[in-house]
């Protein structure tokens, strides 16, 4: 009989595959590559995670994954033990013969039948919870182009962006209520609906855009479903400019100062205003044109500024915002209601060559 074990060695070996690039490309380990070409079941904790290494290990290789599926089943009922009521002593040999003439008669019946029946579920067990559990066990990897790839993520997927020849990748943390994404430089967080330009190497520049469409806010294994294309890294003026960062005795002493972050370096930081009732907002980013529009309880805005960001509120006491950069996240809450306020979020350096993320009032 035909080897779905076999198979598998013959074409991985035919591809002059190691299991070592196997086990880095596909994130299943070696022991459970062995055990597939070797076909050794109970390595495997049950049939549903089995059948999920064999069929990740097939498509990675290029087999005919239902064919190697089709084989294992039909080697299960090969090896299903014959009755043993058909085996005992006493009866003819014409009788035992007849017995297992018909024995084997039956087991091919329930090949037929086995085969028959998994290719009309095998949809409906492709589908089934375990196998999102095991989608998460193992990963995958996706790598981002230029060209849009719509995607249905999971917590421990790796996305991969080459960005001027090298490879940086970006691991899914969290796929609940928001999606987390663990960068070389921290923690980058989408809201359900928004679009992130997400700064991997931390020089300023976006390297890949994210659109989140779908997350679920009460079961993480269903995943996130995103859609991602890679960003041309032409905006220099993006990146932080360090000749627009001010120093520390550029301001008045007396000016008043709330510290959000302290770092050896400055970076883009993101600016989320969440709103609990009526009022009329405007920002600027980075001395460009200022955004102003009227925002209502339950509304939020999100936008990202490299040195300093301007901000106007009609009414303090509706608005609370959240700086995030890099891994720091910060809530600010301000003044009263009907209070009139202008602010500023913006990097200065200190003498000591640090770098500061502060807010300070304007007069």
């Known amino acids: 009989m035909e080897s779905f074990g076999k198979i598998l060695a013959e074409t991985r070996e035919?591809?002059?595959?190691?299991?070592?690039?196997?086990?880095?490309?596909?994130?299943?380990?070696?022991?459970?590559?062995?055990?597939?070409?070797?076909?050794?079941?109970?390595?495997?904790?049950g049939e549903t995670y089995f059948l999920g290494f064999l069929r990740n290990y097939s498509d990675y290789l290029g087999c005919d994954t239902n064919h190697l599926i089709n084989l294992y089943h039909a080697r299960i009922l090969q090896e299903t033990p014959v009755p043993e009521g058909l085996l005992k002593k006493g009866k003819s040999p014409f009788f035992i013969v007849s017995m297992i003439l018909l024995g084997l008669i039956l087991l091919g019946g329930l090949v037929f039948l086995g085969i028959w029946g998994f290719k009309k579920l095998k949809e409906k067990r492709m589908e089934e919870s375990p196998m999102i559990s095991l989608v998460q066990e193992i990963g995958q990897s996706y790598s981002v182009t230029d060209e849009p790839l719509k995607q249905r993520v999971y917590e421990g997927d790796i996305i991969s962006v080459d960005v001027e020849g090298e490879e940086l990748s970006v691991s899914v943390e969290k796929t609940l209520e928001t999606l987390s994404l663990r960068t070389p430089i921290g923690i980058q967080i989408v809201?359900?609906?928004?679009?992130?330009?997400?700064?991997?190497?931390g020089d300023g520049i976006a390297d890949m855009s994210l659109y989140l469409s779908d997350i679920s806010n009460t079961d993480s294994s269903v995943g996130a479903s995103v859609r991602m294309v890679r960003k041309e890294r032409l905006v220099a003026e993006d990146s932080v400019d360090e000749s627009a960062i001010l120093s520390v005795s550029d301001f008045d002493t007396a000016t008043e100062q709330l510290e959000l972050i302290k770092s050896n370096r400055a970076f883009p930081f993101t600016v989320t205003a969440n709103f609990r009732g009526p009022c009329l907002f405007r920002y600027q980013s980075d001395l460009k044109e200022s955004v102003e529009d009227y925002f209502a309880n339950g509304d939020k805005l999100v936008f990202t500024s490299n040195n300093a960001a301007r901000i106007w509120i009609s009414n303090a006491?509706?608005?609370?915002?959240?700086?995030?950069?890099?891994?720091?996240?910060?809530?600010?809450?301000?003044?009263?209601?009907?209070?009139?306020?202008?602010?500023?979020?913006?990097?200065?350096?200190?003498?000591?060559?640090?770098?500061?993320?502060?807010?300070?009032?304007?007069?």
Do not use: C, M
């Not at 809201?191 to 190497?201: A, F, K, P, V, W």
């Not at 306020?341 to 500061?356: C, M, N, T």
């Open 14 to 45: 035919k591809k002059q595959l190691s299991y070592e690039t196997v086990e880095a490309e596909t994130k299943i380990l070696k022991r459970y590559l062995e055990a597939l070409e070797s076909e050794q079941f109970d390595i495997f904790s």
């Open 191 to 201: 809201e359900l609906g928004e679009t992130l330009d997400i700064d991997i190497d």
């Open 317 to 363: 006491l509706t608005v609370k915002l959240q700086v995030q950069g890099d891994t720091h996240t910060t809530d600010i809450a301000f003044g009263k209601a009907g209070q009139v306020l202008v602010e500023d979020i913006r990097w200065i350096k200190e003498p000591d060559g640090s770098y500061h993320l502060v807010v300070l009032k304007v007069d």
